[in-house]
């Protein structure tokens, strides 16, 4: 997914990093279709956004228990990766994104269905969508690239845009989580050596605690049901307070569903093998040796892709992409 990009950024400044705020970052991330493909997905691939996209449509349609009846919104809608896959399901999904030109290109891939809408934001606020409108919301690898601030600004708005007792999901990265923490370690690496003048990149990684998540929430209106916290993401389900929905019954459901919500172990082992090989020099052969075959699940076709993406991006210094990965 995007994920390897940003290994990439790491290793190399990026020259979006040159944007003053969030909008500008990812308008210029998105000036291409390709470009908005590759900042979302990694793979400017319509086939293969579709597969990562069914992957994490599964999660966030478990997480909120979707329902036909249901107002979806979803915040950071990038290209409409999940989206498109989700909107079919429910009586009406609304992306919204900072970026324009994200927005464009979800338009077009959404463009045969009649019940999506799609809102640009100007700002870390929901301030044209109406309070009280939405009975589910997600927001999946959009708050790390935030800072807090904006994290909790945007909390405070989904809690507002909610019908009481809705529900949102969202993910953001795991700082607790061994893994976790070797990604951190990638992006401070990147800062080791940094002219101390130079502004941090805008839309750079960023990483919570689960316990980070949970207070901010709870300050935010929202009650927690379940925190996935066993991969390099916190994972959140939570309910705006004060409606009539469950609690308890909620948690039993999402214990039960966890593994269709979860980060897998396999996926956390695949993404591990990625960057001890972008940040600590591993030999990228040791991404070829983790996959194994693809009865081991449906992960290994998706890190498969990444793979060979982020192989042939680093062509120069790994030498030529290899069979297995072509
Ligand atoms: C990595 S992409 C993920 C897109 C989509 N959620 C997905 O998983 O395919 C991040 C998206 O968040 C949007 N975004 C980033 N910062 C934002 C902000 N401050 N407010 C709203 N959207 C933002 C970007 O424009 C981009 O579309």
Sequence with gaps: ???HRRLQGAAAIDHAMEAKNYKSFW?????????AFIAV??????????LTGAYTARQ?????????????LELGCGVGRIGRELAPKVAHWEGADISA???GVARERLAGLANVGFTELRRSSLESLATDSFDKAYCVAVFIHMDKEDFLLYLEELARVLKPGGLLFFDT?????PVGWRRFALEVGQYRNADPGQRKDVARNQFSTPEEVRICLEHCGFEVLQTYTDSPWVQSVA??????????????????DAVNIAYTPLWTELFDAMIRVTGEGLHPQAMIDALGDDSRGEEIAMFRV??????????AHWGPLPAALA
């Design 239 to 256: 309910m705006k307070r004060g409606g009539s929905r469950d609690a308890a019954a909620e948690r039993a459901r999402l214990a039960r």
């Design 306 to 315: 990444w793979y060979r993406e982020l192989w042939r991006h680093n062509e």
């Design 101 to 103: 030109n994200m927005l």
């Design 60 to 72: 966030v349609a478990a997480a909120l228990a979707l329902e036909p009846g249901d107002r979806v």
């Design 41 to 50: 997905d990694g793979s400017a691939n319509e086939d293969v956004a579709r």
């Design 173 to 177: 990265w795991n700082l607790a989580h």
């Design 27 to 35: 308008d210029n991330k998105a000036s291409t279709r390709t470009g």
């Design 1 to 3: 997914m995007h994920y």
